[in-house]
């Protein structure tokens, strides 16, 4: 009889609290208590109570309200970004492992010019180059995360490559496409899904932070980084403001950073029973 495994408390607490945040995004428009972009001039700042349990704004709107409609562009936006990064990234490594040669001496010397530049900057620039939207953010952020799914993609493929079933493959005249597609790819996916875990975290403070700049998300668009950008003038006087979209944000890319480290222990071998 096999041993009964024990449940990875890391691993459920970050399910837990994503559970919670997407279930509260998915209900946004039954949960909200108010309609997210709908100004109240007799509301202006006011302080959380039983009306407005996480405040208003400086339109009179309710913070809760749009904290929760908030949670659908920041979670779509940042797991667009790692998408983004991981399909080019595992694309690119594999291919450049399977090849090898100067093409792929070429292909890692370009990604290290690429990641020994100043990631956030170079987002920034690119962002206000193709003009401040959410689609061009999530583009921006998820080229920039490519080199480093490419060189993880690529380490595992040196190493897969010179296992004895590619080698069989290779000897009985499969493709390249068809060793990439067929071998390599399906066994480097526990590898790469858990470096997309653990990269939605970065990815969310990404977005949050370009949005915070006025660079994502725009008006009247409920988005985390774009409230609190919003809340800056009053966030001495009005806490709340920034405190609960601050808090969104946080308690979220707490739960990614969770669900990264629960799987990363989850799919170790070594910790196997």
């Known amino acids: 009889m096999r041993p009964r495994r024990n449940l990875n408390p890391t691993l459920v607490a970050g399910i837990a609290i994503l559970g919670l945040v997407i279930v509260a995004a998915?209900?946004?428009?039954?949960?909200?208590?108010?309609a997210p972009n709908t100004p109240d001039p007799t509301q202006i700042l006011q302080s959380p109570s039983w009306r407005h349990l996480a405040g208003t704004d400086e339109l009179g709107r309710d913070l809760l309200s749009r904290i929760l409609y908030g949670a659908r562009p920041s979670l779509l936006v940042a797991v667009s970004i790692v998408l983004i990064g991981a399909t080019g990234g595992v694309l690119i490594g594999c291919a450049s492992g399977l090849v090898g040669g100067?093409?792929?001496?070429?292909?890692m010397r370009l990604l290290e010019v690429v990641m020994a530049l100043p990631g956030l900057v170079i987002a920034?620039?690119?962002?206000?180059?193709?003009?401040?939207?959410?689609?061009?953010?999530a583009l921006a952020l998820g080229v920039l995360g490519m080199p480093f799914?490419?060189?993880v993609a690529r380490a595992q493929t040196l190493t897969l490559r010179e296992r004895a079933f590619v080698r069989a493959a290779r000897a009985m005249?499969?493709?390249?496409?068809?060793i990439l597609h067929r071998h390599i790819v399906p066994n480097l996916l526990p590898t790469?899904?858990?470096?997309?875990?653990?990269?939605?975290?970065?990815a969310l403070l990404?977005?949050?932070?370009?949005?915070?700049?006025?660079?994502?998300?725009?008006p009247p668009m409920a988005e985390w980084g774009a409230l609190v950008n919003a809340s800056r003038t009053y966030m001495l006087d009005d806490w709340w403001y920034t405190v609960f979209p601050g808090a969104a944000?946080?308690?979220?890319?707490?739960?990614?950073?969770?669900?990264?480290?629960?799987l990363r222990d989850a799919l170790d071998p070594k910790l196997r029973p």
């Open 26 to 34: 998915l209900l946004a428009g039954v949960i909200s208590p108010y």
């Open 102 to 107: 100067l093409i792929d001496t070429g292909v």
């Open 173 to 178: 005249g499969a493709s390249r496409w068809f």
């Open 206 to 218: 990404g977005a949050s932070a370009l949005s915070f700049i006025g660079l994502g998300a725009q």
């Open 124 to 137: 920034l620039a690119l962002t206000a180059a193709l003009g401040p939207s959410l689609f061009n953010l």
């Open 149 to 151: 799914y490419a060189r």
């Open 192 to 202: 790469i899904v858990v470096f997309m875990s653990l990269g939605l975290s970065a």
């Open 249 to 262: 944000v946080a308690l979220t890319s707490f739960g990614f950073t969770l669900l990264g480290d629960g």
